[in-house]
């Protein structure tokens, strides 16, 4: 069956500008995770959704970054006034909760 | 807060050989562990999850082991192949998914 989906695969960005990054789940899934990998570094938690709620939103790094789900369906990241230090791939995965993870490609976000 | 540390950071092996990649974390009170392979530009492939109450997992070649008591876990990787290059992720888990990642070990096996 279908995995999960991010689009865009690669995205280029002129600072300040906002953007908006989208993660389709497996269907089924109700729960999904945003994580970001910036150059170099390990995978950071940014954002846990359980259906359309998010019980944990701990690792968002700051009030530029919002992220919601539309029921347990697709889900959006968006960063507003992007700074160079945004700079880095941007994964999401689902899951049935407590079971294996299954992540899609990330979407490569470039600011410049 | 968890912390997870993977050891060694890069191996290279020849073909056929088998091998072990180890992983730590700090916090015992951990759900459960997942290690996953990362190939260049592509996104986290699972190979295995090791739930709280159990002590290995196998799927093929690879079995990983979880010993909580004393942090850590290992991935053993038998007759290791050129396939088998990748980024080893192994990460640790709360009971509602949210996982915490070690840096990684980047294995090469040379045919």
């Known amino acids: 069956g279908a995995g999960v989906s991010q689009s865009p695969s690669n995205k280029v960005t002129e600072k300040g500008k906002d953007v908006e990054l989208r993660c389709d789940p497996i269907?089924?899934?109700?729960?999904l995770y945003w994580y970001r990998q910036r150059l170099g570094q390990g995978l950071e938690f940014l954002i846990y959704?359980?259906?359309?709620?998010?019980?944990?939103k701990s690792g968002l790094p700051s009030d530029r970054f919002s992220a919601e789900r539309t029921g347990e369906s697709v889900s959006t990241l968006t960063i507003q006034r992007t700074q160079q230090e945004d700079s880095a791939v941007y994964l999401c995965?689902?899951?049935?909760?407590?079971?294996?993870?299954?992540f899609g490609p990330g979407t490569r976000l470039t600011v410049t | 807060k968890q912390e997870v540390t993977q050891i060694p950071a890069a191996l290279s092996v020849p073909e056929g050989e088998n091998l072990v990649l180890n992983c730590s974390f700090t916090?015992?009170?951990?759900?459960?562990l997942q290690w996953f392979r990362q190939d260049p530009g592509k996104g986290l492939t699972s190979l295995l999850l090791?739930?709280?109450?159990?002590r290995e997992q196998t799927s093929g070649r690879l079995n990983a082991s979880l010993d909580k008591s004393s942090g850590r876990s290992t991935l053993y990787i038998a007759a290791s192949q050129p396939g088998d290059s990748a980024t080893y992720l192994c990460?640790?888990?709360?009971?509602?998914?949210?996982?915490?990642f070690g840096q990684g070990t980047i294995l090469t096996v040379h045919p």
């Open positions: 995965a689902s899951s049935l909760v407590n079971l294996e993870q299954y």
């Open positions: 269907s089924g899934h109700t729960a």
């Open positions: 959704f359980q259906g359309n709620s998010a019980p944990d």
């Open positions: 916090d015992s009170a951990i759900y459960n």
């Open positions: 090791i739930q709280s109450s159990q």
């Open positions: 990460a640790g888990g709360t009971s509602y998914g949210k996982l915490t």
